[in-house]
């Protein structure tokens, strides 16, 4: 078994998978909290799994004399939180070269959807231009609060950073929205207000 400290008690998950099953049980709900704060729920289901699976994977590269588990998994875990929000920017990047007709399909995905729902199907790909080019931090701030419809408290716990955070994020991204669209196209964005 694992211990709470990470390190092995019992017997080498690394060599033993049954033992990973211990580890996975002991850091399971922690590495979760973290994704989740990171990424939100949604995302943190998908990439906590991933972030066991790496390491199941990866079990033969652990070594008990760099530390112990824990950070290990944590560094798995962030280096997944980095991927997904690298390829969220290249999705956004994509979305802008995406004529604004094609958003309307049925197969459009979350992030298409979530463009035209917000009101800017016919400025599409510039606002997914303008997202794209959003530091991730904003990016985050405004789409939780514009497609999530939640108010700066809620983001603020969401997101695990200050309401006033929040807000400073969400004014910086606006203004580079804005700035990005032209303020003649954005008289009803529900973003911008």
Same mark, same amino acid.
């Given at each position: 078994?694992?211990?709470?400290?990470?390190?092995?008690? /019992?017997?080498?998950?690394?060599?033993?998978?049954?033992?990973?099953?211990?580890?996975?049980?002991?850091?399971?709900?922690?590495? *979760?909290?973290?994704?989740?704060?990171?990424?939100?729920?949604?995302?943190?289901?998908?990439?906590?799994?991933?972030?066991?699976?790496?390491?199941?994977?990866?079990?033969?590269?652990?070594?008990?004399?760099?530390?112990?588990?824990?950070? +290990? $998994?944590?560094? #798995?875990?962030?280096?997944?939180?980095?991927? *997904?929000?690298?390829?969220?920017?290249?999705?956004?990047? /994509?979305?802008?070269?995406?004529?604004?007709?094609?958003?309307?399909?049925?197969?459009? !995905?979350?992030?298409?959807?979530?463009?035209?729902?917000? !009101?800017?199907?016919?400025?599409?790909?510039?606002?997914?231009? /303008?997202?794209?080019?959003?530091?991730? !931090?904003?990016?985050?701030?405004? $789409?939780?609060?514009?497609?999530?419809? $939640?108010?700066?408290?809620?983001?603020? #716990?969401?997101?695990?950073?200050?309401?006033?955070?929040?807000?400073?994020? #969400?004014?910086?991204?606006?203004?580079?929205?804005?700035?990005?669209? !032209?303020?003649?196209? $954005?008289?009803?964005?529900? +973003?911008?207000?």
């Amino acid at each position: 078994m694992v211990s709470r400290g990470g390190r092995d008690t /019992a017997a080498d998950f690394r060599r033993d998978p049954e033992q990973f099953v211990a580890l996975y049980d002991t850091w399971f709900a922690s590495v *979760h909290r973290y994704v989740a704060a990171r990424l939100g729920a949604a995302a943190a289901d998908d990439l906590t799994a991933e972030t066991f699976l790496v390491a199941f994977r990866k079990r033969d590269t652990f070594d008990p004399a760099r530390g112990e588990v824990r950070p +290990w $998994l944590f560094g #798995i875990a962030t280096n997944l939180v980095a991927r *997904h929000r690298r390829d969220e920017a290249r999705r956004y990047a /994509a979305l802008a070269r995406v004529p604004a007709g094609r958003l309307d399909e049925p197969d459009a !995905g979350p992030e298409e959807r979530a463009v035209a729902r917000v !009101g800017a199907q016919r400025l599409a790909g510039r606002l997914a231009a /303008a997202l794209a080019e959003l530091a991730a !931090g904003d990016r985050d701030a405004l $789409l939780i609060v514009a497609v999530g419809q $939640l108010s700066y408290a809620e983001a603020a #716990i969401a997101l695990d950073i200050p309401a006033g955070t929040v807000a400073s994020r #969400i004014s910086r991204a606006r203004a580079k929205v804005r700035e990005a669209l !032209g303020d003649d196209d $954005l008289e009803d964005a529900p +973003w911008t207000t």
